[in-house]
């Protein structure tokens, strides 16, 4: 099936600022998430198509080749995909200096007159913390890939007791040149794949790549304030790089799981708060919970239910300003249930007192049936 566009994904518009693409990313993870969708095929696939698309236009290269060539710019499987490394060969090759500003890295050097440099592919780990986690900070270990010499050959890809020779096809230099019409263009060597060696004989236990995959543990240190989607740049733990090139960087992208009290809108955070019927109608000090302890504040009398009160410092420390957020408290008023007849019989003789008082208890209900008379008559 094709995909969709990924502005139409994220509901933006092309010209969407970095924070709109956030926004709107933070708001359909937040509705799709597999914690509040369980065993919701289509949520799953509809978080994992919004993640997709802020990955993507959250990348600035990434962006800019999905911008001018589509989804063909960014597919690694399709020739010249972004991020791909055997899809700069040929054309790519020949324009470098153009694909390069467009894609924000070429795919190789050269050194002299050497085989093709690549610096190593980038790698992504997803981590998910707690709410509190994101707003204090948090440290974690994670085990990432990782690639070791190989102890057989000592790294350099040949079987013991043979040698690497110079690839017979580019005479080491890893390109061939490819006639085409008028054209004559640079290709990545296919014998040697660019490497500009020959093994004869590869190493029987890392099959000639001179390195083994195996795993390390990292230490990830995630700042206090970080909000649903932001990445940890972790430089030189990627991919190593190819024929001596630099390696990749480790990106952990971070994601908050749904907490059941609050819910964070930058730094903000928004809570639900029910109160009793005689604290809304008599007033009093109510508790809240925030992300620091507890937290008390008058409530007027009179108080009217979807009422909000705002407790300013209570929210998340903005990992960017430095500077708190706000706590948000929306009141609930709590109607009793299961009352006993002597307490039905007190509730009817208040509503009684109430409507024998007038507008001056009950201003909203007077303001909506004069409405109602007014509608009828």
Not at 199 to 209: A, E, F, N, R, S
Not at 246 to 257: A, N, R, S, T
Not at 286 to 307: C, D, H, M, Y
Request: with cysteine; aromatic share 8%.
């Amino acid at each position: 099936m094709a995909k969709r566009d990924y502005y139409e994904v994220l509901g933006v518009g092309k010209n969407a600022s970095d924070d709109e693409i956030k926004k709107a990313y933070r708001k359909l993870a937040m509705k799709y998430h597999p914690d509040r969708n369980p065993d919701n095929k289509d949520a799953e696939d509809k978080f994992k198509e919004a993640k997709e698309a802020y990955e993507m236009l959250s990348d600035a290269d990434k962006k800019a080749a999905y911008d001018q060539y589509g989804h063909a710019g960014v597919d690694p499987n399709m020739a010249g995909g972004f991020g791909g490394q055997q899809g700069y060969g040929g054309f790519a090759e020949a324009f470098g200096d153009i694909f390069g500003d467009i894609f924000g890295q070429q795919a190789g050097g050269r050194r002299g007159n050497g085989p093709q440099v690549y610096r190593g592919t980038d790698l992504r780990y997803s981590m998910e913390i707690t709410l509190e986690q994101a707003a204090h900070g948090h440290e974690a270990q994670i085990r990432v890939p990782h690639w070791d010499e190989c102890d057989h050959c000592h790294g350099n890809g040949a079987e013991p007791g043979s040698s690497v020779e110079t690839c017979p096809t580019c005479n080491g230099v890893g390109q061939v040149r490819v006639s085409q019409g008028f054209f004559t263009m640079q290709q990545t060597c296919p014998k040697c794949h660019g490497s500009g060696k020959f093994i004869p004989k590869p190493c029987t236990k890392c099959h000639g790549q001179g390195k083994l995959k195996s795993q390390k543990t990292l230490e990830v240190k995630i700042p206090a304030g970080i909000d649903e989607g932001m990445r940890i740049r972790s430089s030189g733990n990627g991919e190593p790089g190819i024929n001596g090139g630099p390696p990749g960087d480790l990106y952990v992208e971070v994601h908050i799981k749904p907490h059941p009290v609050f819910e964070r809108d930058g730094d903000d955070l928004h809570c639900q708060m029910p109160i009793s019927f005689a604290t809304a109608a008599l007033g009093g000090d109510i508790e809240v919970p925030t992300l620091n302890g507890r937290a008390s504040f008058p409530v007027p009398e009179g108080t009217q239910a979807g009422k909000t009160f705002r407790l300013r410092g209570k929210g998340i420390k903005g990992v960017r300003s430095g500077y708190p957020g706000d706590l948000y408290v929306h009141v609930a008023v709590e109607t009793p249930v299961k009352l006993t007849e002597s307490q039905k019989e007190l509730l009817r003789q208040f509503d009684r007192s109430v409507h024998e008082g007038g507008s001056r208890h009950s201003p909203q209900e007077q303001s909506w049936l004069d409405k109602v008379k007014s509608f009828f008559s």
